[in-house]
């Protein structure tokens, strides 16, 4: 068939579209699988680091319409901690078990008979904690002061190895230039547009699971997931959704909440659906991991890079669970990256803190590799002085097929000249002249490039490397990369393709048909494809599912293979009807025919319909009606050696970024002028679907550089909580994506495809990192490049100032120097002498009148109260049970005073001096300062305001006490009130 | 993100509307746009007893035009976009309201909502208070005219007691000589603003009133006088003056020397801006 008649290559239209674009497709929430089915709301922990001491759900049970409550303890004495690969001392349940350790941790889960009524019950629920100090970044974690996460493990840091190959140390000792980099990477999180869903249904009559969730793969899950149920492989059906709306990893951590789930379907003995809504999505899925990096780089004279040396710390979150620590590993095989360097030293380290655990988000390792060496090179570029594209083309490898010093093997690629593409694509002269005419008109103009080599098809085993060669050989041994594909044609001559994918809108089915239609000879319009995947059909493997990139490259192979078969049962049909070799005989256009042997042709569809009603007379070598199972796996795909050394994936692509930007020195806002990207990715199945996952990609990395980071308080409080603080582009906010191809096949597939669609999500944000140093001068650079971040950074300042962690509060602090992200003092008059001022503040039935919305205030000791207070501020309010601790006092000067305050909105703690002086005959001048923070759910919505409502919520108490002690009625009119209230915000406007 | 349960009630006159609100006061949320209130009720943030619901209350959308342009409560961000008698009489709000939000949620958001909402980043406020406008209050008891500098007392804290409905806004029909212009530095297109300032240049008086909002807790408004031949020198100094005098913070987004900066920048921007515009008149 000539090249132009061919379907793979072309841009058909996507199959999925029209369901998609007039809301016909159907994903989990549109699922009502089984009848009764209830609903589920989710208690999750405020604190990101909390001891529990109790819960009470009492009143949530007793709310007409709640069916049933999963506590913690129903989940311990009814499953097994989620396995991981490194020890069974870290235990992991799908909720807080004793110790809440991040936040949004699912604490409880309320069975109901609607979502409303379920989260109604859920603040029912009574939760008291114990909150401990919280282990935030890397550095905290590392401490070896720091609160310990697992008791049980007794360290932060729950994995270590290192590697070794060639000689790095004798390379680095003779190397002319050493250049160094350190990045700290942050997190960040995929943000697809459906969140995850699960409904399950458990049937005590033969204790089986049936779960249906848009759990995206891989089905290695399914194996443990049954060991956390305590149920066999056949009790647990896991079904997928007819749609998924966007996954990019991201849902294989909805394993988790699958065990939790099916646990409540379990315990209340119905059906239980639980649609995951965008808050707990930003909270409690998973995010990419953060690592901290150390790259060292060792050059020649001439700028070629002899040896790397590599020190990652990887921060997975509250818990190590599966996958990780493979994020760490994924990369692995290729720390060479796309360069020809033979000489490597790495030291990784995996630690936990209290944030969301980790899991696969677009690119799964790859951006934390990409960006310190990226970056690395061009400072190296700076030091040597070479030219930064000049220093890549000198090292970036030249002849394939090539094998990393770890093993793996470039199948094919010409890097060199998919840079010179991604140049001219740019206009690289014109962008240098760019640059020039910007610098001397006094402007900042960076131009910037990065490369990578993106992994496609995973072998399983580069999970293992994890392991020394002595702990795997105790092991069953982990390896391949296979895909599965089923090509079935029915008794009325369709065809029907099962593939082992789960496509969460890559336009799968459309591909395959392409295929098929290719393999068979038929159109793709008649080509039927299934994705769904239910465990029970038993057409699956523990690599079934949809990620790094396996769906181009093993699964379309398998559907090759399986179509190639049926095409040679329809050519045997054939031929036997003609009287010719099947050799002979051609299958194009739903037609097979013997060109060249007589005018004969045959519907294809007949063929395939002969086999099945005229069984009795099957040609030669066919042994039945078509229904062709394929596993694509190829033999390459092995453990690794006694020298770590082992083929990470199947394929390899090759991609070159290129952007020209300028950056603004007054705001910070940077403009990029042009962005290239250019791709070797092998053959291009659809064009069309092509495009739009590099765009995609674009958008995630390009999201990642510029707005998007999971940003916590230093106690552990996630500040990133909803889309207003977690900011993805959108549309205004993406450049002009220039996408560029040039395409060596691979040997290793059967359409010569690689993997794509990560490699922007890896190397965007270098990529404007590199630009961006180039125009700025700036050297320590880390994403999201936020104007208000870039600006500080080029006026001398910290980029992230308000997350400096605050001076160590323990629970019981004496006075020192008040501590708190809120700061603030004021003053009042108050026209009385200062001991009444003094006996109204310590006197609790005074107190009471005073404080506004107190509803009841006890002195539990000399110096402790404890206070039931509803604060409520422009209507946003709730009831807070609060401790206050009197200390430091000289009657009647001064007194400093500590409260720490708990609601179901969040949690506040401050400290305070207050200082009474005696400025006139019977008027007391009061002044206070305080330091605060605010957690917690208010926190977490409500950032940009908290400054204010802690001024009002403390201006009103000072109103009140001054009424009060002028013997007036706190309250008033509401003029008065609001006059007062205004007096006395006016006198501490000028405040810090 | 379901809300807590509440009472929904609709009005269909702003007597009914008054008098559940004198009679419920502060458990009372009022709905129009709801582009604000949506999010919070499904947070939980607020837990109202009821939600007044305002939109079915006719008389509430007029756009009038008088000695100044009064607009009804109701009325939506995209219709005062696009009404002659705003784009001509309240040029400011024309240029301000095209950073309100995105177009989908101007279709929705009204002018009342966002003015009784008073998010201290909001632009709708800041021009008002930027061009001494006055805000109309009613209750069952009384009506009452505030001006915006009374109005606005702390972020989302007004001076509207529980019982009043804010009804209409009364924007100062700028005078032939009046220039303005209208700068605000956000994230993202359509995000909050982390600075944004109005400027109202009376030609004739070289009169200039300057808006800053997202600088402190309520819009902050100053006047100084332009003496002829303005330069970009005394722009600057004015600018940088100006911007000494504001209380900053420092949050996620932006630290307090980065929105002095800001405000210098946008300060000048705004200025030079409506000096041109007085120019292009000579």
């Known amino acids: ?705 510029m707005l998007e980071r999971v940003t916590y308080a230093a106690d552990g409080t996630l500040l990133s909580g909803t889309f207003q603080d977690y900011l993805c582009p959108t549309a205004p906010e993406l450049p002009d994506l220039d996408i560029a191809h040039y395409a060596t096949p691979s040997p290793n597939t059967i359409q010569g495809a690689k993997g794509l669609g990560d490699g922007c999500s890896m190397i965007a944000p270098v990529t404007m990192a590199n630009a961006i140093a180039d125009a700025t001068g700036l050297r320590d650079l880390t994403p999201p490049f936020l104007p208000g971040r870039l600006w500080q950074l080029l006026h001398g300042g910290a980029p992230d100032l308000t997350l400096t962690r605050p001076k160590a509060v323990p629970h019981d602090e004496t006075g020192r120097e008040l501590s708190g992200a809120l700061r603030g003092r004021g003053a009042v008059a108050i026209e009385v002498a200062p001991q009444r001022v003094w006996d109204a503040l310590l006197d609790p039935t005074q107190l009471r009148a005073i404080i506004p919305g107190c509803e009841n205030i006890e002195q539990t000791s000399p110096d402790t109260f404890r206070a039931r207070i509803r604060v409520s501020i422009a209507g946003i309010g709730a009831l807070y049970e609060v401790q206050i601790r009197i200390f430091d006092r000289e009657e009647p000067e001064r007194l400093k005073l500590a409260a720490r305050g708990e609601s179901k909105l969040g949690f506040g703690r401050g400290e305070a001096l207050v200082t009474l002086e005696e400025a006139d005959l019977g008027v007391t001048q009061l002044t206070y300062e305080y330091g605060a923070d605010v957690g917690g759910r208010v926190a977490t919505f409500g950032q940009r305001m908290l400054d204010g409502v802690v001024k009002v919520v403390l201006a009103d108490f000072f109103d009140r006490l001054r009424a009060h002690v002028r013997g007036e009625k706190p309250g008033g009119t509401v003029l008065q009130r609001v006059r007062r209230f205004f007096a006395v915000l006016q006198a501490f406007w000028g405040g810090s | 993100m379901k809300p807590a349960p509440f009472k929904y009630v609709r009005a269909d006159s702003v007597e009914e509307a008054l008098s559940v609100l004198a009679k419920f006061g502060d458990d009372v949320r009022v709905v129009a746009g709801g582009q604000s209130l949506g999010a919070m009720l499904n947070m939980r943030i607020v837990t109202p007893t009821i939600v007044l619901d305002i939109n079915r209350i006719i008389g509430l959308s007029k756009i009038e035009s008088g000695a100044d342009i009064v607009t009804g409560a109701m009325v939506r961000q995209a219709d005062a976009l696009s009404n002659s008698a705003i784009r001509r009489h309240v040029g400011l709000l024309a240029q301000a309201l095209p950073h309100v939000g995105h177009y989908q949620t101007r279709n929705r958001g009204t002018l009342g909502g966002s003015v009784a909402h008073a998010d201290p980043s909001a632009e709708i406020p800041l021009v008002l208070a930027t061009l001494g406008g006055e805000i109309e209050l009613r209750s069952a008891r009384r009506v009452r005219r505030v001006a915006a500098k009374q109005f606005f007392r702390s972020a989302l804290v007004t001076i509207r007691g529980g019982d009043e409905l804010v009804t209409a806004l009364h924007w100062p029909r700028a005078s032939s000589d009046l220039d303005a212009a209208f700068f605000e530095f956000a994230v993202r297109e359509g995000d909050f603003a982390i600075v944004a300032v109005a400027c109202a240049f009376e030609r004739g008086a070289r009169r200039m009133r300057l808006g800053f909002g997202g600088c402190g807790e309520v819009p902050h408004v100053v006047e100084v006088s332009a003496p002829s031949g303005t330069n970009a020198n005394w722009v600057e100094e004015i600018a940088r003056e100006l911007s000494k005098q504001l209380d900053f913070r420092s949050d996620l987004l932006a630290s307090a020397n980065y929105r002095r900066s800001l405000a210098t920048v946008l300060a000048r921007k705004a200025m030079i801006a409506s000096i041109e515009k007085a120019r292009a008149y000579a």
């Open chain 1, 1 to 705: 068939m000539a090249a132009s008649e061919r379907w793979v290559g072309k841009s058909l239209e996507r199959f999925e579209d029209a369901a998609l674009l007039t809301g016909r497709a159907r994903f989990m929430d549109d699922l009502e699988p089984a009848a009764g089915l209830c609903h589920a709301a989710i208690l999750r922990s405020q604190h990101g680091s909390a001891d529990i001491r109790s819960i009470d759900i009492a009143a949530a049970l007793a709310l007409p319409g709640v069916f049933g409550v999963l506590t913690p303890d129903d989940v311990a004495a009814m499953s097994n901690p989620i396995g991981n690969m490194v020890s069974r001392k870290l235990h992991y349940y799908p909720c807080a078990v004793g110790r809440a350790r991040y936040f949004g941790e699912p604490i409880a889960v309320v069975v109901a008979e609607s979502r409303y009524v379920a989260e109604d019950a859920v603040d029912l629920i009574e939760v008291v904690y114990d909150p401990k100090p919280a282990v935030v970044t890397i550095e905290d974690a590392l401490a070896p002061s720091s609160t310990r996460l697992h008791d049980d493990f007794g360290s932060n840091v729950v994995h270590e190895r290192t590697f070794r190959y060639g000689d790095p140390e004798g390379e680095f000792a003779k190397a002319a230039k050493v250049v160094s980099c350190r990045v700290d990477y942050p997190r960040v999180n995929s943000t697809p547009i459906e969140t995850y869903g699960v409904i399950a249904d458990f049937d005590a009559g033969n204790g089986r699971y049936t779960v249906w969730s848009n759990f995206q793969g891989p089905y290695a899950m399914h194996p443990l997931v049954c060991d956390a149920l305590r149920v066999r492989g056949h009790q647990l059906r896991l079904i997928s959704s007819p749609s998924s709306g966007g996954s990019f990893g991201i849902k294989h951590g909805v394993y988790p909440y699958i065990v939790l789930i099916g646990l409540a379907a379990r315990k209340v003995g119905r059906p239980v659906k639980w649609i995951e809504d965008r808050i707990e999505h930003l909270a409690a899925s998973s995010a990419a991991t953060g690592r901290a990096t150390h790259i060292d780089g060792a050059f020649d004279e001439n700028g070629r890079l002899l040896a790397l040396r590599l020190k990652q710390t990887e921060n997975v979150g509250a818990y190590l669970r599966p996958p990780d620590p493979a994020s760490l590993y994924r990369m692995h095989s290729t720390l060479s990256g796309p360069y020809r360097v033979r000489h490597i030293a790495v030291e990784n380290k995996v630690v936990v803190t209290n944030q969301v655990p980790s899991g696969l988000n677009r690119g799964f390792g790859g951006p934390q590799f990409y960006y310190p060496l990226e970056r690395m090179m061009d400072l190296a570029a700076k030091e040597i002085g070479i030219d930064p594209i000049e220093l890549r083309l000198r090292n970036v490898v030249q002849t394939f097929p090539y094998e990393t010093p770890a093993g793996s093997v470039l199948e094919s690629g010409d890097y060199r000249r998919c840079i010179e593409l991604a140049l001219e694509r740019a206009g690289y002269k014109e962008l240098v002249a760019q640059r020039e005419s910007a610098r001397k008109e006094g402007r900042m103009f960076g131009i910037g490039m990065a490369l990578a080599v993106e992994t496609s098809a995973s072998n399983m085993a580069y999970v293992d490397l994890a392991l020394t060669q002595a702990q795997r050989a105790k092991q069953l041994p982990k390896s391949g990369a296979a895909g599965r594909a089923r090509v079935i044609m029915d008794p009325l001559g369709a065809i029907i393709v099962h593939v082992d994918s789960l496509p969460n809108g890559q336009g799968h089915r459309t591909v395959v048909a392409q295929i098929v239609a290719d393999e068979v000879g038929v159109n793709p319009e008649d080509v039927e494809v299934i994705t769904d995947l239910d465990t029970f059909g038993g057409a699956w493997s523990i690599t079934s599912g949809n990620y790094s990139n396996r769906f181009s490259t093993v699964v379309v192979s398998a559907v090759a293979v399986a179509a190639r078969m049926a095409a040679r049962k329809l050519r045997a049909t054939a031929a036997k009807a003609f009287g010719v070799e099947p050799g002979m005989v051609q299958l194009l256009n739903g037609t097979a025919s013997a060109p060249g042997a007589g005018n004969e042709s045959v519907p294809i569809r007949r063929l395939a319909m002969q086999l099945h009603w005229d069984a009795g007379d099957l040609p030669e070598g066919v042994d039945g009606s078509i229904s062709e199972l394929a596993e694509f796996s190829p033999d390459t795909m092995t453990v690794p050696d006694e020298h770590d050394r082992m083929r990470s994936s199947l394929t390899y692509s090759f991609q070159c970024d290129l952007t020209g930007v300028e950056v603004n020195a007054e705001t910070g806002r940077v403009h990029v002028h042009r962005y290239v990207s250019a791709h070797d990715a092998g053959t291009l199945l659809n064009p069309a679907v092509v495009e739009g996952q590099l765009r995609g990609g674009f958008a995630h990395g390009f999201g990642a550089a």
